[in-house]
């Protein structure tokens, strides 16, 4: 028996939360957003499952040929775009479609020969100030990709919503008028909407939506309003030991947590080693064969504590549940004082991840 922590990948799960977004979204075409290993869940596994999809997202150059070396043929827009010459030849060499937001990149472009096009998703920037132009430079830079050789023909225009998850905040309405006003009028596709964008923001449904967080099952929206999405990833490990102490006994580093009475321990063999989040606070639930108990003093590497007090059969090597169904992430990222987010990406090279598909009828 096995004592390591595994995830497990539900597919069919990720093919329900598809259509999810094809509900909210009908008459828009879905790019994938598949970065940093699809958040975790494993970038060619996660691929493979949305073979159907218009088109995938990924943030760097090198995950975008990572997918072109495992076959996959649909159209890939590096978020990030390229920095310098050499990354740009990388990304025409291997077919992958650019974001463009620096005056850097332009003039990048402009130097640049060679008979492969390379196709531009042209970025505003409406507010996050991250990557994209202003408002008073877009049309300017518009003209001047148009007239570079090397750029296909027309331009994608994009912009990101830095506030979408606050449904209660005119911001994101004004971010996407200034988009929409200053994109009027020119050629090409326009894309907007990330999760909460598609979920919340009727107005930011364009040509093409950007779901990420939402394929993987998790809600985007800081509120707790419970979708139909169904949990991709669980996250599993087993008891290793179990022990009695008295009242008045700290437990793990520090000795932060401090029985009120005799308790009966468990081990968990899962620790911020494997990517469970080191300020998960006391009272945090984990699932004993399916119940919650209380997560009980600080996470360690390899390991936690958790108090079964409460549970009537336990033995060593019952299952542990982190997160996943019946304990949503979002949950323990609550607890962690975190977004479910960083919690799935999280997840470290030595937690064996492994696919599942069950029919969600
Ligand atoms: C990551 C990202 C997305 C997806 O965001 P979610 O909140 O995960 O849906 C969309 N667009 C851009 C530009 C991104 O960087």
């Given at each position: 028996m096995s004592t390591a922590a595994y995830a497990v990948i539900d597919t069919l799960a990720i093919k329900h939360n598809l259509s999810v977004i094809s509900q909210y979204a009908p008459q828009c075409k879905i790019m994938a957003v598949i970065k940093a290993n699809a958040y975790g869940h494993g970038l060619l596994t996660v691929a493979g499952v949305l073979q159907d999809v218009d088109a995938f997202a990924v943030a760097r150059v090198d995950e975008g040929i990572q997918l072109r070396q495992a076959g996959f043929t649909q159209s890939i827009t590096v978020l990030n775009g390229f920095v310098g010459e050499q990354e740009l030849n990388s990304m025409i060499q291997h077919n992958l479609d650019t974001v463009v937001h620096s005056e850097h990149q332009v003039e990048v472009l402009q130097r640049q020969q060679g008979k492969n096009l390379i196709s531009v998703w042209l970025k505003l920037d409406v507010g996050m100030n991250r990557l994209g132009f202003k408002v008073d430079d877009f049309t300017v830079i518009y003209q001047r990709l148009l007239k570079c050789a090397l750029v296909n023909r027309p331009l994608g225009l994009m912009t990101h919503l830095s506030c979408a998850d606050k449904v209660n905040d005119d911001i994101t309405l004004n971010q996407i008028a200034t988009f929409k006003d200053v994109v009027s009028g020119l050629a090409g596709e326009k894309s907007i909407a990330n999760s909460a964008g598609i979920i919340?923001?009727?107005?930011?449904?364009?040509d093409w939506v950007r779901p990420g967080i939402m394929l993987y099952g998790i809600s985007p929206l800081s509120d707790d309003r419970r979708l139909d999405l169904a949990p991709v990833m669980s996250l599993h490990s087993k008891l290793i030991a179990i022990k009695n102490i008295n009242s008045g006994e700290a437990v793990g580093y520090s000795g932060d947590w401090v029985s009120e009475k005799p308790t009966r321990l468990g081990i968990v063999a899962i620790g911020y080693g494997d990517g469970y989040p080191r300020y998960a606070r006391n009272g945090t639930p984990v699932l004993v064969n399916g119940k919650r108990v209380p997560l009980v003093g600080r996470v360690s590497m390899d390991m936690i504590t958790v108090d079964l007090s409460t549970l009537a059969h336990v033995k060593i090597g019952d299952p542990v549940t982190l997160w996943g169904q019946g304990l949503l992430v979002e949950e323990i990222a609550r607890c962690a004082q975190t977004i479910p987010y960083t919690l799935t990406c999280g997840i470290t090279q030595r937690v064996e991840i492994k696919t599942f598909s069950e029919d969600h009828g």
């Open positions: 919340a923001w009727p107005e930011s449904l364009t």
